[in-house]
Structures are given as structure tokens and as C-alpha cells.
């Protein structure tokens, strides 16, 4: 064996080394941050067994390799050039790049290690507001801040040019193989380690990226916000924080003027004597029906629809015909639902932990009655961040797919709605009271999964989502029959409502406010006879719920500010939503959106008076809606 052929063998070694070097190099930078922000935030750790504090070193892993994976593409082309072509100028290009690299991220490091004693989060783009007013920082900030920033940054880069001198050693000799047979090879590694760092990079080829939910592990915050990768997070912040700046897009009010328009939203009385409760301490399951459009229930729209199990239940059920989402996906929906927060556009707060754990949360307000809380979703949870969003909150069981029998069958997306269903009656079962269970259902979300699909029911415009509405409903009808027999069953309220709207055939443009018509419905033996079949025609949204039942229970329903009581005769009749770049207004005399970019309306039912006046109710409460949300 002659020695060029050795030489090639180890310069092709070498580099498909240096390419698996660059993902180990980053995690181990990450742990050594992990390592330095526990020694200085250690006291906050003190609830946790040291074993416990290991698993963050575990559980992070995934979330660190895709970190690494999206840093190390640059590199990775210089890694690559270098076999083609090795000299000394992309040598130093290669240690240029990753040195910038990680000088960012000692900086985002030694930040948040000193901001988190302060803030209890991990660091965001809100320090670029700060940063913004200079003052203020050298007012505020202790000198000690200052000089740990520096000695922390400092450590962190002084290991990180050592490890990369020691991880990555090039030699400069001449390439043995001919340039015919490198570029080619070149060519095709190049493609190869790309591709597997941008699949790395997404957390793998499921149809939902990698999130920050994927690191957690434990209920404490803490450990989960040392476990969770602080660039990735930083990063995340800071594509958030660029898009969250919405307050430029849409008029904003002066919050006086804005409060006196709104006069009529906030003093009208707020006692009333409409009680649809037996008891005052009833368990609650709550399903979220995934797309569950109110256009296609006969008993709200009139229109021939997919649901005759859900129409049969209305009838022996409290129906709120007159229920809007708050937004157009999952996991506004969920927020808006369980902590009776509206939706501003492009701003989603499940994924911002910083500003989500100060907003409350019902199951919160449940505790302190001894209820406990679990919530389970036939799918993938990190899918909007919407697992560590009801972590966060203090649910005492959060499940998703990762939690569900392996020998279950399932679609692509999630396992089917009646095995959700069976699942979740175990766990009742398996519950003392008093309880609060929350099942967030799948088969109705693209592709539309569910057993015998191929037997569809409908014809015609959105047939795959109006078969799925078909079989999702009656799944919920088995559901209630095997309920009925439960123990549990006569102390029980069901509170049933979709998380958003859908195309129906009716109703197919996401730009209008009907789009977003959903179906609420409050079901179950502890509800008054004299309610039950009844409808409510009170114009609201998702986050009035949250309201409506705590004044029913008798709980401190004035912390949930934007949340109004349904059942309250006197209370406005309103809700706001969102579309695609905009949002929108719907009332008792009519509804706009409008679209930010475009500057135009798709839905405008108002008279020109009415409208003027309408957008100006519309803007103040956006306004009061968005001071709040910045200040958080």
C-alpha cells in the first residue's frame, strides 16, 4: 500500500472527522455554559436532587445537536474548501467563523447567567429594549452585573479557542488526490453533511420542527430553563421579537383615550344571578376539537353539516352559538382558551415564556380547591410550544403522543380520536377528585387521518375535512356513552370547544370573521335542568371562557382582565381575532378584517359610520391589549 494512498485516506478521515467534530464541539460548549450558569444560579436549584440537575445534561441533547447542526453550516462549507483547496486563508477563515460564532454566544451566555437571578427566564430580545435606553441600563445595572458578565463571557471564550485549537487541526499539505476526482467528492459531501445538518437542525423529518418543549423534562422551570439550549432560545426570542413589533403596523390609541372609549367594556355590572351549576365544585373535562369550524354544525349554522352526535348533544346541552377563535392555529387557540388571553397579530405568547408564565392560568385557580389538572393531546405537543406553555402553568400531568401505547395504530400526525378518547377515561379513572381533564383531540388537522378513511361521507367542497368531522364526531359520541357510566359521571361538566376555525363549504377564505366561528358547548348532570337545551347568543371568544366558569365556581375572575362572562346579561358584546398579517373586529352590528401590509379590508359588513367608529373601539382595545403585552 504506497503512501499517497494513505495520504488520501487520511485527508478523507480527517475531514468527515472534523464535520462530526463541529457538532460535538458546540455541545460541549453548551454544557459548559450550563455548568457556569448553575454555579452562579445555584440557590435556585436547591429543590432539586443533584440527579435531577444531571437530566438536564441528558434531556438537552436533541435541542443542542440541532443548534450546533445550524452553526456549523458555515464551517462546514470552509471544512469542505479546505480539502478542495487547503491553505492557510481558509484556515483561518474556518477559525474566524467559529470564533465570531462563539464570541455570540459567551455573550448570550454571560447575559443570561447574570439577567436570570432578575428575571427567572431565560435572556430574550428584551434586552435589546434596554440596550436601547443606556440610562437606564447604567442606573439599574449593579457593577458586580457587569464584572460577571465579563469574567463569565470571558471563561467561555478562553475554553472555546482552546477546544477549537485542540479539536480542529489542519495541515496545510499538498492535496494527493487530482482535481477531477476532489470536487466531485467535495460536491457530494458537501451535499450529504448539509442536508443531514439541516435534518438535524429541524430535530429530524416529522412534519414539526424541533421546539424548546422538546428539552423539558421536569416540572420545576428551572432545570427545564437550563436544560433548553440558551442560543436556540435566543434566536427563537429574537424572530419573535422582530415580528412582535406589530405595535407599528396598526393605529395605536393613547391609553387614556383608549380607556375612555371603552368606557362601556368596563363599567357595566358585573354581579348577575344567572347560576347553570348544581354545585359549585364540579369536576371539568375539557375537549379541545381540533378545527371543529361551527360551520359545519347544523346546530349552529343551519346549514347541513358533519356533526349529528354533536346537534344531539346540544339538545341536552347549554350552546353558545355566537363563539369566535381567538387566532388561526393550536396553540393561540389553547392560550386563549385556558388563560383568557385574546390574540394580537403575529404574536404568539405560548412562545415566549417570559411574558406566558406572568399571564394566570384556570387550573391555577383550581388548586387552591384541591383540584388537580391534566391535559393530553393525541399528537405532538412541541408544536407551538403548547406543552411547556401548560408546564409552565402548573399543570400537574402534561401527555402527549410520546405518552400513548405503543401498540396503538396511528395517522401521520396523531393517533385517532377514539383512542384519545379511551386513553382519556383511563386516566379519569385513575384520578381522585376533584378533577380538571383536558383531551385535545387530532384526527380532524391534515391529512386528515382516522381508520377507513377510504368510506367518506361527504361530497362535494372540503370533503376530506368534512369525513373527518364525520368520524370525529362520532368518536365523541362513544366517548360520551362510555362517560355515562363512569362513577365520575354525574359530577361532571364537559366544556367542549374547538381551538380554531376551518374551510367548510360554506365558509373557505381564512381572511373572513366567519372563518373563525366556533362551537362552545357546556354539557353534563351538574348542569340546571332549566339550561339544559337552552342557547346563549352572546357574542364572544375563546377567552371569555375562562371567565364565564370562574364566576360560576365562585373564583377570582377579575385577575383574568381580557375575559369576559358569557352568561353576564350586561357585559359587551365583541371579539377580537386575528388573520394572516392582520386581524379583525366582530360585533352585533357587523365585522371587518383588516390586513396590515395590504392596508385593505377582505371582510367589511359596517356601514362607513359604523366602521369609523368600530376601528376606533378596535384599535383602543389592541392598544390597552399591546402596552400590557410589551410591559410583561
Same mark, same amino acid.
Given at each position: 500500500m504506497n503512501s499517497s494512498y494513505l495520504c488520501r485516506v487520511r485527508l478523507l478521515k480527517s475531514t468527515g472527522a472534523s464535520i462530526l467534530k463541529l457538532l460535538l464541539?458546540?455541545?460541549?460548549?453548551f454544557d459548559i455554559e450550563r455548568i457556569l450558569f448553575s454555579i452562579h444560579n445555584w440557590s435556585k436549584f436547591s429543590d432539586i436532587g443533584f440527579g435531577e440537575w444531571l437530566l438536564a445534561f441528558v434531556y438537552s441533547l436533541r435541542l443542542d445537536l440541532a443548534t450546533a447542526a445550524l452553526l456549523s453550516l458555515l464551517p462546514l462549507v470552509l471544512l469542505v474548501l479546505f480539502f478542495v483547496y487547503p491553505n492557510k486563508w481558509i484556515k483561518r477563515s474556518f477559525y474566524w467563523i467559529v470564533f465570531i460564532e462563539f464570541l455570540v454566544c459567551a455573550m448570550i451566555h454571560g447575559g443570561e447567567i447574570n439577567a436570570y437571578p432578575e428575571w427567572n427566564t431565560k435572556l430574550t430580545t428584551r434586552?435589546?429594549?434596554?440596550?436601547? &435606553?443606556? /440610562?437606564?441600563?447604567?442606573? #439599574?445595572?449593579? =457593577?458586580?452585573?457587569?464584572?460577571?458578565? $465579563?469574567?463569565?463571557?470571558?471563561?467561555?471564550?478562553?475554553?472555546?479557542?482552546?477546544?477549537?485549537?485542540?479539536?480542529?487541526?489542519?495541515?496545510?499539505?499538498?492535496?494527493?488526490?487530482?482535481?477531477?476526482?476532489?470536487?466531485?467528492?467535495?460536491?457530494?459531501?458537501?451535499?450529504?453533511?448539509?442536508?443531514?445538518?439541516?435534518?438535524?437542525?429541524?430535530?429530524?423529518?416529522?412534519?414539526?420542527?424541533? &421546539?424548546? /418543549?422538546?428539552?423539558?423534562? #421536569?416540572?420545576? =422551570?428551572?432545570?427545564?430553563?437550563?436544560? $433548553?439550549?440558551?442560543?436556540?432560545?435566543f434566536a427563537k426570542s429574537f424572530m419573535l421579537y422582530n415580528r412582535s413589533e406589530i405595535g407599528a403596523m396598526f393605529p395605536i390609541v393613547n391609553e387614556k383615550e383608549a380607556k375612555k372609549e371603552l368606557d362601556d367594556f368596563y363599567s357595566y355590572p358585573l354581579e348577575h344571578d344567572r347560576k347553570i351549576f348544581t354545585t359549585d365544585r364540579p369536576n371539568i373535562v375539557f375537549i379541545i376539537m381540533e378545527s371543529w369550524t361551527a360551520n359545519a354544525i347544523s346546530s349552529i349554522s343551519g346549514q347541513p353539516g358533519a356533526t349529528p352526535y354533536f346537534d344531539r348533544l346540544a339538545r341536552k346541552g347549554l350552546l353558545f352559538t355566537n363563539i369566535y377563535s381567538t387566532g388561526g392555529t393550536s396553540e393561540i387557540g389553547n392560550s386563549s382558551i385556558f388563560s383568557g388571553y385574546p390574540a394580537l397579530p403575529e404574536i404568539s405568547i405560548s412562545m415566549q415564556p417570559d411574558k406566558h408564565r406572568k399571564i394566570p392560568s384556570f387550573n391555577q385557580d383550581l388548586k387552591k380547591w384541591g383540584y388537580t389538572s391534566h391535559y393530553i393531546f393525541s399528537g405532538d405537543l412541541k408544536y407551538g410550544n403548547i406543552g411547556s406553555f401548560f408546564t409552565d402553568h402548573g399543570f400537574d400531568v402534561v401527555e402527549d403522543e410520546n405518552d400513548f401505547p405503543n401498540n396503538l395504530q396511528r395517522g401521520k400526525l396523531n393517533y385517532y380520536d377514539e383512542d384519545l378518547y379511551d386513553l382519556l377515561i383511563q386516566k379519569i379513572n385513575n384520578t381522585k377528585g376533584p378533577f380538571m381533564h383536558c383531551a385535545f383531540t387530532g384526527s380532524t388537522h391534515s391529512p386528515y387521518d382516522y381508520p377507513n378513511r377510504g368510506t367518506q361521507k361527504w361530497k362535494g367542497s372540503e370533503a376530506d375535512f368534512m369525513s373527518s368531522m364525520f368520524y370525529a364526531d362520532k368518536c365523541l359520541d362513544d366517548f360520551m356513552a362510555k362517560c355515562k357510566k363512569q362513577k365520575w359521571y354525574k359530577n361532571t361538566i364537559f366544556v367542549m370547544v374547538a381551538d380554531h376555525g376551518h374551510a367548510s363549504p360554506n365558509v373557505t377564505d381564512p381572511n373572513l370573521g366567519a372563518y373563525f366561528h366556533v362551537p362552545l358547548l357546556i354539557f353534563g348532570e351538574p348542569l340546571k335542568k332549566e339550561y339544559r337545551g337552552e342557547t346563549i347568543e352572546t357574542l364572544g371568544s375563546q377567552a371569555d371562557i375562562v371567565r364565564t366558569l370562574l364566576y360560576q365556581m365562585g373564583g377570582d375572575y377579575k385577575r383574568y382582565t381580557w375575559s369576559k362572562d358569557l352568561l353576564n346579561p350586561n357585559c359587551p358584546q365583541f371579539a377580537l381575532h386575528t388573520i394572516n398579517r392582520g386581524f379583525g373586529w366582530i360585533t352585533e352590528k357587523g365585522n371587518f378584517s383588516f390586513h396590515m401590509d395590504a392596508k385593505n379590508y377582505p371582510d367589511q359588513t359596517y356601514s362607513k359610520k359604523a366602521l369609523k367608529k368600530e376601528e376606533k373601539r378596535c384599535h383602543s382595545y389592541m392598544s390597552l391589549i399591546y402596552k400590557e403585552y410589551k410591559e410583561l
Open positions: 464541539f458546540w455541545v460541549i460548549i434586552v435589546f429594549t434596554h440596550l436601547l &435606553n443606556p /440610562d437606564e441600563v447604567v442606573r #439599574t445595572a449593579d =457593577y458586580s452585573m457587569t464584572i460577571w458578565f $465579563v469574567i463569565y463571557a470571558s471563561i467561555e471564550v478562553f475554553l472555546s479557542y482552546k477546544l477549537m485549537r485542540f479539536m480542529f487541526k489542519f495541515k496545510e499539505a499538498t492535496q494527493t488526490f487530482s482535481w477531477l476526482v476532489r470536487i466531485p467528492i467535495a460536491i457530494v459531501t458537501l451535499a450529504v453533511s448539509g442536508i443531514g445538518f439541516v435534518i438535524i437542525g429541524r430535530g429530524g423529518t416529522q412534519p414539526i420542527p424541533i &421546539n424548546i /418543549d422538546s428539552a423539558y423534562y #421536569t416540572k420545576g =422551570y428551572v432545570p427545564n430553563d437550563l436544560s $433548553v439550549n440558551s442560543v436556540y432560545f
